[in-house]
């Protein structure tokens, strides 16, 4: 039987033992997105090394982003329509499926194996973009902002544990197993997600028209995929100034210019221009973009840098990134219970955004010399500054909106982060190639391939560097680590905007049971979904 509900709270009541069960299902499909990420990026040196094409590496990395960025407002809009429960579980299934068979990728035709696997992580990241997005709008559901605090210490102790688990995971298929394991070990957890939810997750679900934007989904995916595409082949595949770049800049500029106009006649809106209106909301989206291009931009290179120059197996590269994810937990920790506990938020995100920069200009000394206690130290500092900033700014977009719109807020919030990490992927993997060509070309012994690419391609497989001989094997280490420090001073360019804009964001209380916002009206509920 069906009951109507009227609610006046930012959040459905949710008794106590029900949220205590539901939890784990969520922190497992956190755990889900989280592993996949850093369990590849340990793998990238031996994958790249079987199926070849160093410089499509980052479009195994830029295709998932992709994905994930152009189906997360997408994801929010479905799950505010349509349940968020039912969505939630069709984004799982879409990503285990892409897991299947980014593992199988050329296994029937080799010759085309890197280009299988970079379409097949674009769907997993299709899947990806509801798994975020659809665990932190349900958490928004359960619990309200004022008490969302301590669960945001247990979700980052959780995305700690997948950082910290998914490198060594990864370390340990790449050492000891085929590296296709990186992508099956996702269905074991994935089925445990889907059966966990299925069965323990009730929502009450909005009373609403269920109408979407297609078109504006349409416009929106192109328009962010020209743009990508220009940050890729821009001064690599194709020059700045030819017509493939500047008709996809034109393309894009207008996909998006029709994409906003759209937005502003549509009942039902991918995203909701209104929500800019909100100063908070509005900066925390500028935070979530410098944050996604100087963080997931500059960490992708990392493994490689860790692998290669300090000679570290995958399996010690994955521990080796430890530090970071022990600075992430513990300040996301602290931060959250400080929240709960004093309802006051805006000094973490400052503080998080002056750690992030200075955690840049210390990854920028990485050289050839960097011995591991030194890079552990960077990365510390590094992880301290995104244990400040990547839930605490969840939180304040999620609180800068009425519950109505609980879950677009969360889905754009990730995007402008995604299409910022689509961004900084996609220009640090083309700088990191370009770096690597020019520093292998200056120093490079005399008579050396410098500049064949299948031979830097053997190169960089850390299993092959002690067969060159020492001056290339010394060329090819320094150019790694000129390679990989520069990325840095672009992502601190981007890292010291992250302050600046925190600066302004307005101390607003926390929701906990008055109503959802000042002035709004409840909805009714439809219990249960």
Known sequence: MTEVLDRTTSSPEIPKPNLRVVLPGLMLAILLAMLDNMIIGTAMPRIVGELGGLDKLS??????????TISTPIWGKLGDLYGR???????????????????????????????????FRALQG????????????????????????????????????????GPLVGGLITDHADWRWAFYVNLPIGGIALFVLATTLHLPKYRTEHRIDWIGAALLSLGVTALVLITTWGGNKYAWDSPEILGMGVAGVVLLGIFLWTQTRVAEPIL??????????????VIGFMVGFAMF???????????TVQGASATNSGLLLLPMMLGMMVTSIVAGRTITKTGRYRIFPILGGVTLALAMVL??????DTSITESSIYMVVLGVGMGFLMQTTMLIAQNSVEQKDLGVSSSTATFVRSIGGSFGVSIFGAVFVDRLKDDLGSVMPAGAPGGNMEFNVGGLQPDKLDLLPAPMKEAVLHGIAYATSGLFWWALGFAILVPIAAWFIKEVPLRGGEPTAEGAEARPLVAVE
Do not use: C, H
């Open 297 to 307: 931009g500059a960490i992708s290179f990392l493994p490689l840098y860790i692998q």
């Open 272 to 285: 909701p221009l209104g929500i800019f209106r909100n100063r908070n909301f509005s900066l925390v989206s």
């Open 59 to 68: 479009w195994v990395v830029t295709a998932y982003v992709l994905g994930t």
């Open 126 to 165: 299709l899947g990806a973009g509801g798994l975020m997005v659809g665990a932190m709008a349900i958490i928004g559901d359960l619990v309200p902002p004022r008490e969302r605090g301590k669960y945001q210490g247990m979700m980052a102790a959780i995305m700690a544990v997948a950082m910290i688990a």
């Open 363 to 368: 990854l920028t000394r990485l050289d050839v």
């Open 85 to 119: 429960k039912t969505i939630f579980l069709v984004s799982i299934i879409i990503f285990l499926v892409g897991s299947a068979l980014s593992g199988a990728a050329g296994e029937i035709d080799p010759a085309s194996g890197m280009n299988q696997l970079i379409a």
